[in-house]
């Protein structure tokens, strides 16, 4: 990267807590590489404590944007001038550009995973899903998908604070959208049951199943799946969990969480540098090993 450093170049990055293993300063760079672009990405390990702070120098040194990985998501819609109908939805933020001073919070995790799906092949606009999980990542994709179009989503979660959350985010798409969102708890396996059987698409969004414990899965019960059912996993580690063997040994067609991560990134390249990250490229490059 040293050869491409110049006067201009733009500073982009990562702030977060830990960040070292991040995958991201690697495929913005390349991207950054490949399209001739002068912009750098680097990774700073900023928790929210000093976040305020940091966010402030980087307004100072004119950065043109950065994103957020916990723990500083939700403390940066305080930290921002604006923000997208998404992020002003969820009350988080993973990308920010900086327009002269004005810093604008995007979340683009929903719009990701959107991305991913389309790219597999299967369009739910108009048809119903349902999700596990309402937390950053159930929360982030249930917005997007009601605010493109899913006719109806059903949303399970345990009665944890993520469920108020959930039942207030809820509230303010039904004011914004036309899709019909059911909340629901795991009491009852007979409601968990009905709401997949009517569903396109089935989205664990829980850590269920993610390295070390690649043993543990949401769905217990193999008879509650169907051969139509897609079903997906926001897990990328290991790229095939429990959940996905199960539904493939169904016959279900199954996709993880590797593009979303992919889409995001692409989403944020987007809009910081108004050109469209080489996402093929990028994809054969970090997530075809």
Known sequence: MSDRITGNTRLTGLLGSPVAHSISPMMHNEAFKKLGLDYAYLAFDVGTEKLA????????????????????????????DKLSPAAEIIGAVNTVVNDDGVLTG??????????????????????????????????????????????????????TPFFERTQEII??????TKCRIRLYDYEDPSLLRREISESVILINATSLGMAPN?????????????????????????RETK??????????????????????????????????????HIKNMFFCS
């Open 106 to 159: 995007h979340t683009t995790d929903g719009t990701g995973y959107m991305m991913s799906l389309k790219n597999a092949g299967y369009d739910i606009i108009g048809k119903k899903m349902t999700i596990l999980g309402a937390g950053g990542a159930g929360t982030s994709i249930l917005v997007q998908a009601a605010l493109d179009g899913a006719a109806e989503i059903a949303v399970f979660n345990r009665r």
């Open 53 to 80: 702070a940091a966010v402030e120098g980087l307004k100072v040194l004119n950065v043109r944007g950065f994103n957020l990985t916990m723990p500083d998501k939700n403390l940066m819609c305080t930290l921002c």
């Open 171 to 176: 509230g303010k798409l039904k004011e914004r």
């Open 243 to 280: 959940l996905l063997r199960m539904a493939k040994e169904i016959g279900c067609p199954t996709f993880n969480g590797m593009y979303m991560l992919l889409y995001q990134g692409a989403e944020a390249f987007q809009i910081w540098t108004g050109q469209e990250m080489p996402v093929e």
């Open 214 to 238: 690649v043993d543990a899965c949401i769905i217990q019960d193999p008879s509650m799946l169907h051969p139509e059912l897609i079903v997906s996993d926001v897990i990328y580690n290991p």
